[in-house]
């Protein structure tokens, strides 16, 4: 391949359409304006599929339901080797095959730390009862004196609500309304603060809110009504329940044999639990994992052979139609698109 004397130097300049030209030197003036004119670009004919860069490809929701999973699993399988110790542990105590060193108390101490950082520890995706959800976790609760036996009594009376000082569309409950009907209109009223009503399976009011946001509402839900209900006059404060987690590690002694017997129990339940849920989480993961086949780019190799073998043949041809090749070949190259590339492999 001949290589253009320095005293004419290819140059590169902008195209039609922003594509780049190699021009001959004497095309800008050096043997005379009009002495040369630019190679023009034959654009290499290819059948192959368009550059696709791996997970670019996939839809937001599918990474971060396998983010979301992946987080989760991490946390239970920790949790559960945690409490396979625990196990062991308070197994061999109870049959004084281990003595009081404080080692028990300090795993308990530990699966307890492990347990309040479940939310964080697992993206958020799962709940009080280990229940997994790539939606951010609720909590669930109840409000004293918001029970349906009590709301069907009574004539016609508007209940004014609050939440956090912030005044609340008011619930209108009048005779002969069904359960359903009072879910929803205390439903309606208080969707636009985030929380969420529903009737359970036990027939009771379910309230529910972003778990990080449920520590402002605790204690900031507040009513007025005429006197059939609730109080009339100023708003009254109702304090939210709620739901009792699944695992409680607060409540887990080891003082003595009847505190590890209790304990011993608990953590049994607490790493059936986590077992379920594990699971659980798994079979997401293998659907989302499902998905990523389905929606994986079909990377086409038609016509590339072709491609290669026309590249190669006019690299080796000198002159700057040559140049040209090499130079279209390289531009747009760059280390985001190589790793892509490598990806697909």
Same mark, same amino acid.
């Given at each position: 391949?001949?290589i ?20 001959d030197?004497?095309? $800008? ?6 002495? =040369? +004119? ?41 949790s559960?080797?945690? $409490? ?5 542990d ?21 699966f ?18 280990? @229940?997994?959800? @790539?939606? /951010? +976790? %609720? ?18 009376e508007?209940l ?6 912030? @005044?609340? %569309? ?7 309304? /069904? ?5 929803? %209109? ?25 778990e990080? !946001? ?21 708003? @009254? ?6 739901? +009792? ?5 607060? +409540? ?7 505190? $590890? ?42 016509g590339?052979?072709l ?7 006019? =690299? ?19 280390? !985001? ?7 697909? %492999?």
């Open positions: 391949m001949q253009p004397s320095p005293s004419t130097p290819p140059v590169i300049v902008a195209g039609n359409g922003g594509n780049a030209s190699a021009v030197g004497t095309a $800008l003036g050096l043997n005379g304006e009009k002495a =040369a +004119t630019a190679t023009p670009v034959n654009p290499t004919p290819t059948a192959a599929a368009p550059l696709r860069r791996g997970l670019n490809n996939w839809d937001q929701p599918l990474q971060r339901d396998i983010s979301g999973a992946q987080q989760a699993l991490d946390f239970l399988e920790q559960a080797g945690q $409490l396979r110790s625990l196990k062991a308070l197994s061999a105590r109870l049959a004084n095959r281990q003595r009081a060193d404080g080692n028990l108390e300090s795993n308990v101490r530990q307890g730390n492990t347990w309040r950082s479940r939310s964080v520890a697992s993206g958020g995706t799962l709940d009080s009862q280990l @229940n997994f959800s @790539n939606e /951010n +976790t %609720r909590t669930r609760f109840t409000v004293r004196g918001m029970n349906v036996a009590n709301l069907r009594q009574g004539g016609r508007v004014a609500l609050s939440l956090g000082g912030q @005044n609340l %569309r008011s619930v209108v409950l009048e005779p002969g309304m /069904n359960d359903q009907q009072i879910a929803l %209109r205390f439903d309606d009223a208080l969707a636009p603060a985030g929380v969420r009503v529903k009737l359970a399976e036990d027939g009771q009011l379910e309230f529910s809110a972003a990080n !946001e449920f520590a402002a509402i605790r204690d900031s839900l507040a009513v007025q009504g005429n006197g059939q209900r609730f109080p009339a006059g100023q708003l @009254n404060r109702l304090r939210a329940e709620p739901e +009792t987690p699944v695992i409680e590690p607060d +409540t887990w002694q080891t003082s003595d044999a009847e505190g $590890l017997r209790a304990t011993l129990q608990q953590v049994l339940q607490a790493l059936a639990q986590v077992e379920k849920s594990i699971a659980s989480v798994r079979s997401a993961l293998g659907q989302a994992n499902a998905r990523v086949s389905s929606t994986a780019p079909n990377i086409s190799t038609e590339m052979e491609v290669a073998d026309k590249f190669v043949d006019t =690299a080796q041809q000198p002159g700057y139609q040559s140049l040209l090749s090499i130079t279209s070949a390289l531009s747009g190259i760059s280390r !985001e698109r190589v790793v892509s590339l490598l990806r697909l %492999r």
